[in-house]
């Protein structure tokens, strides 16, 4: 996973080592001297700079209706960002190729953080997903959905969406996806991350696929995008856990 270089340009106007960017891991990216020399001419250079990036991290996108965590076998967190994946990632797909996916699989380790009940500022999304994964659609054929349902099966879960599944035993029952039981004679589109499509976590399922699109869409923009659209409609981005994967 390639992470995001935050206004990298204010690293390369800073005259000394002492100035850097630092993550407190709150809604806010904050820039410091540690010379502490506010008057400092590294300060003046930087110090328009710092408040934009304060202003854009600070700025509100939406709201949550209820606390949004990660967890298995499914998630509150895990289903709501596979599933806004999924519509914006189709709707950016079938206007640049054409066609949609059934099915979109990230995993656990990408999604950074919760997302508190409430205000949604440009920085909790940063936080969510520091990341500069871009999302790829990948055609697989219906063995490597099988082998993909069983990933899912051994590994716990993972956050998916357009997948219904037990799992007995750590291995996958009863498989349904898009509505349909799987077919092993039939392929399948998923919409996932370019770490993922490249085998990260052990993915090995999507080696060789059918074929690939990227999308040229960064996942966190997606999520953006997502949670904007949702404060037009004058909606607040929620979560269900619906049995989507399972344990007998």
Do not use: W
Not at 34 to 55: F, M, N, V, W
């Amino acid at each position: 996973m390639r992470m995001f270089p935050l206004y990298t340009l204010l690293l390369l106007l800073a005259c000394r080592p002492p100035v850097s960017i630092q993550d407190s891991r709150a809604d806010v990216i904050r820039l410091s001297d540690s010379t502490g020399g506010k008057d400092s001419l590294t300060e003046r250079i930087i110090a328009p700079y710092r408040e934009k990036l304060e202003k854009d991290m600070n700025e509100v996108l939406g709201y949550a209706d209820t606390l949004l965590e990660k967890g298995q076998p499914e998630s509150l967190l895990g289903n709501a960002v596979a599933d806004l994946v999924l519509i914006r990632g189709n709707l950016r797909l079938s206007g640049t190729h054409g066609y949609t996916a059934q099915v979109c699989l990230l995993n656990n380790g990408g999604l950074r953080t919760s997302i508190p009940k409430g205000p949604i500022t440009r920085g909790k999304i940063y936080e969510l997903m520091p990341f500069e994964n871009q999302l790829v659609a990948l055609t697989i054929t219906g063995q490597q959905m099988s082998d993909l349902a069983a990933y899912l099966a051994s590994s716990g879960g993972m956050p998916v969406s357009g997948i219904q599944m037990k799992i007995v035993n750590k291995s996958p029952a009863v498989v349904i996806v898009n509505g349909t039981e799987l077919n092993k004679k039939t392929n399948y589109v998923i919409l996932t991350s370019d770490y993922l499509a490249a085998g990260g976590d052990k993915m090995s399922f999507f080696s060789n696929p059918v074929k690939t699109d990227t999308l040229d869409y960064l996942l966190r923009d997606a999520i953006i995008d997502h949670i904007r659209s949702l404060q037009l409609e004058g909606k607040k981005l929620s979560g269900k856990k619906d049995g989507r994967i399972r344990y007998e």
